[in-house]
């Protein structure tokens, strides 16, 4: 290898990107050493700086584009170099499209053991939007509040790897309104004298402003974050002015249904508190998601796409193959949005989350829609689901949908335990489900065929247009073995009149 001094901090390079890493960083290379470049696209050839040198490889300031990528367009937002939330606006949406399946079957390749002729008769093509535009579809914002250098409160996104606000009047991934919403509470915060939250001293009162507005029933919910503490009867004491701010949201805004406000006061970089204030209407907002009714609160999971999320989970019932017989779990289940979806086809449904609030708001939801075939359970999986079975409960399709770190290990023994037939696995982080599924499915010398699964279908969704983000769908299928048989002998005189139809 190379002497590192030869690419010190401040050297200068020319590199023709290759690839991108998971964050969206262009790959180059250099007599050797690898190079990470932000804001390059696999095809540019650019002049860089080098940063900083690790060990094996290095990381170069984005200074001049040589020759563009064939895939390179002109980013339509003014913010998108210096902003965080989005790392692909300058890459064009079928090459997007591309890089991302790509990601996905070289991560379930490489971590998940899965080889790529296997790969190539299981899995489908990537679900890309189909709307004509890859902005516009995000049904939620957390805007972060922050004051500019002359002390006027300002919200936008963090910046690439830091919590340095950088002012954004109107994000492209989210709706128009939500820029509304925010200038006019920009606008009551400075006339009622309000300061932004420091994180480095805990001080100040406005830490976020969170937004919700319903894809189909066009409801809105908005909720500033505030660092204060208090109850219901204290909502102008805790935000100074919020009946007044709750007139004029009510007033200019369409569709306006609820203003509450969210208590967190931890120092931390966690966004919500767990307790809310309400202000006027309603806590929750309504929507509808496959021809169902969901009612969400500031603190719900929702999926943010909701046009794609319903491709998804339609997608996800086509794995899971339900006829009405089966008996369904679904873990990570939130407020029931899978839940409900897979009731309407299957004979019972269990959903588990570890949220009691969320529980609280799929029973809601199961009643809002008239079903009676989904109960639900508060705990963590893993702890669950012994209980389930304890109580003589399998099975026929499991449901799991994680967070970004996956499956713990507890959990996937307790699937195993529980050997349902089918697994539809829905996945935010393409790499913790290749390692999920390697432990799942081992490999030809390590599999034990009563306790393992065989990957059958994979198919990525795009929720998360202009940024290096995608979900993933995946049916499983348990590996039947002698004992999963039944055993049936018959005399000689049986299986004459059997074959003779007699």
């Not at 490889?57 to 367009?73: E, F, K, N």
Request: glycine share 8%.
């Amino acid at each position: 290898m190379r002497d590192q001094v030869l690419f010190g901090k401040g050297a200068r390079l020319t590199l023709v990107i290759e690839d991108l890493t998971d964050t969206g960083e262009g790959i180059g290379h250099a007599d050797g050493w690898a190079f990470f470049v932000k804001d390059a696209i696999p095809g540019d050839i650019v002049e860089a700086t080098v940063m900083k040198m690790k060990s094996r490889y290095g990381y170069a300031h984005l200074d001049r584009i040589v020759t563009p990528s064939p895939d390179r367009v002109e980013p339509p937002c003014a913010v998108a170099r210096a902003c965080g939330g989005c790392q692909l606006q300058v890459m064009d949406y079928p090459a997007e499209l591309h890089w991302k399946e790509k990601r996905v079957r070289q991560t379930l390749t490489r971590i998940g053991g899965i080889p790529e002729e296997t790969l190539d008769k299981i899995m489908h093509p990537i679900m890309g939007m189909e709307s004509g535009t890859a902005y516009r579809y995000r049904n939620k914002a957390q805007l972060p509040v922050a004051a500019d250098r002359d002390g006027r409160l300002i919200t936008g996104f963090y910046a690439a790897r830091t919590h340095s606000v950088i002012r954004m009047d109107d994000c492209l991934l989210g709706d128009p309104v939500f820029s509304e919403i925010a200038r006019i509470i920009l606008k009551h915060a400075e006339r009622a004298g309000l300061t932004a939250y420091d994180e480095k001293t805990g001080t100040g009162l406005l830490r976020h402003i969170l937004i919700r507005k319903g894809h189909h029933s066009g409801q809105i919910g908005v909720t500033p974050v505030v660092n204060a503490v208090g109850n219901s009867a204290d909502a102008d004491r805790i935000l100074p002015g919020a009946s007044e701010l709750a007139e004029a949201l009510f007033t200019a805004i369409p569709g306006m249904t609820s203003l509450s406000l969210n208590l967190n006061t931890a120092r931390s970089n966690v966004i919500l508190g767990r307790e809310l204030v309400p202000v006027r209407g309603d806590l929750r907002i309504e929507d509808e998601m496959c021809g169902l009714r969901f009612r969400i609160s500031p603190l719900s999971f929702y999926q943010v796409n909701t046009a794609q999320a319903e491709r998804l989970y339609r997608q996800a019932m086509e794995f899971a193959g339900l006829i009405g017989k089966e008996t369904v779990i679904d873990l990570y289940c939130g407020i029931g949005t899978i839940t409900l979806l897979a009731a309407r086809q299957a004979a019972r449904v269990i959903g588990v989350e570890v949220v009691p609030e969320a529980i609280a708001d799929a029973e809601q939801n199961a009643a809002l829609n008239g079903i009676t075939n989904a109960a639900f359970r508060v705990g963590k999986a893993e702890e669950v689901l012994p209980k389930l079975l304890d109580e003589g409960i399998r099975a026929d399709v499991l449901i799991v949908d994680p967070p970004r770190a996956g499956l713990d290990p507890s959990c996937i023994e307790a699937i195993r335990i529980l050997a349902p037939s089918r697994i539809i696995y829905i996945s935010c982080n393409p790499a913790t489900l290749a390692r999920d599924l390697r432990l799942l499915c081992g490999d030809d010398s390590d599999r034990e065929p009563s306790a393992a699964y065989r990957p059958e279908a994979v198919r990525a969704c795009d929720l998360f247009a202009k940024t290096v983000h995608v979900e993933v769908c995946c049916l499983l299928e348990r590996l039947r073995s002698a004992k999963d048989h039944i055993e049936i002998s018959i005399d000689a005189d049986d299986y004459y009149r059997i074959k003779d139809n007699k």
